[in-house]
């Protein structure tokens, strides 16, 4: 199969990176093929950022990157869905966190404005893969937290005593908007879904060492200008919403200005044509399949990413044994988008969103 040929699911070989917090648990929870004996902390899945391209893993189009499917396929590969500066709009990995990760921020747009197209801006979303027993995540401020109590408290073990601690357990989701203070604990391996940005500033680092045996880097400075004050836990634990059939149910876990994350099960034995018509990435939790078009066959199991093209006509799915995967999907900006309408009712915990309309499974969806 040659990049002239129709667009087809792909899956990429993981781009493996060694932390002093990781650990070796994507081997048995993500059913990943670990290098060495290192601490393993993350696994990118697929990612386009200068110096790290995710590139097939098997097939005709082993070796390709996701820049020349881009490239070869355009709107058959992502559709309506707008790239990130000509690259893959978002960034996916598993994370196992042996230790608790550094308590840090990502860069927020200026005025708190969550649909700004800002170069670094990253927002993203945690699903619990697995969790040790007392396992707990930081996501927050607690309340009344002011940026004096910020500022004094960064670099010291005060630090997590400002922070909210969310008990979890496997199956739970989380979203967390740029400029939101937090750290992965202990115990825990996540799927991580953001946006296209590698920008992190630490604040405090659990006095610990790098590899190198030294301090790793704080970033004090840009990490107190980039804090949010006013996320809600609404906003960071969404309400979910379920969609049953006799064969699928769906579950929507987050909507947010730069993605869509949903939980598909599937039961054993189906077999029916690709539904999709926008571009869609599976993050594969349980079970196997195939797709299959004509004599080219993709199969994917639990831990897999599958990037599924928006141009699936003939595409066919099958379903070997119970299936559980995340959907994940940028939403769409309508066509309707620039014509005169009522002032949006705002968001809950981030101000106004921008006026344009998310659609999912092309139905308008509430970004609240």
């Known amino acids: ?8 699911p792909v899956i990429f070989e993981p781009i493996f990176k060694a932390k002093p917090w990781g650990g070796r648990a994507l081997a048995s929870v993500c059913n990943k093929t670990l290098p060495g004996d290192e601490p393993i902390g993350e696994s990118w899945e697929l990612v386009s950022l200068p110096g790290n391209e995710s590139r097939v893993r098997s097939g005709p189009l082993a070796g390709r990157t996701v820049s020349e499917l881009i490239e070869a396929w355009g709107r058959g590969l992502h559709g309506d869905t707008a790239l990130a500066d000509g690259r893959f709009p978002l960034l996916i990995k598993f994370l196992d966190a042996r230790e608790h990760l550094s308590v840090q ?9 969550p649909s700004a197209d800002v170069p670094g801006v990253k927002h993203e979303a945690w699903y619990v893969v697995h969790a040790e027993p007392g396992a707990e995540l930081f996501i927050g401020l607690k309340p009344d937290v002011t940026p004096n109590d910020v500022a004094a408290a960064a670099d010291t073990p005060r630090m997590k005593e400002l922070l909210r601690r969310w008990p979890v357990k496997a199956g739970q989701c989380y979203y967390l908007p740029s400029g939101t203070m937090h750290a992965l604990g202990a115990g825990i391996v996540v ?28 970033h004090i400075e840009q990490g107190l200008s980039n804090v949010r004050y006013n996320v809600r836990d609404e906003l960071i634990q969404q309400p979910r919403r379920h969609v049953a059939g006799p064969f699928i149910t769906l579950s929507h876990l987050i909507v947010c200005e730069r993605f869509v994350i949903d939980k598909v099960r599937i039961v054993e034995g189906v077999s029916q044509e690709l539904p999709h018509t926008d571009m869609v990435i599976w993050i594969v939790l349980k079970g196997s399949g195939t797709f299959r078009r004509d004599e080219v066959v993709c199969e994917f199991t639990r831990g897999d990413v599958v990037l599924i093209p928006a141009e699936s006509r003939g595409l066919r799915l099958e379903i070997a044994c119970d299936f559980e995967t995340l959907e994940v999907k940028v939403p769409i900006r309508s066509r309707l988008a620039d014509l005169p309408r009522p002032e949006p009712e705002p968001a809950p ?5 921008d006026a344009t309309r998310l659609t999912h499974h092309g139905k308008p969806i509430d970004p609240a």
């Not at 199969?1 to 087809?8: E, K």
């Not at 921020?105 to 708190?112: A, T």
């Not at 915990?349 to 969103?353: A, F, I, K, Q, V």
């Open 191 to 218: 799927a991580e879904i953001q946006t296209p940005s590698d920008v992190t500033y630490r604040l405090y680092d659990w006095d610990r060492v790098g590899r190198d045996g030294k301090p790793r880097e704080l």
């Open 349 to 353: 915990g981030l101000g106004p969103p």
């Open 105 to 113: 921020v990502h860069p927020k747009p200026p005025d708190d404005d």
């Open 1 to 8: 199969m040659s990049l002239n040929t129709p667009p087809f």
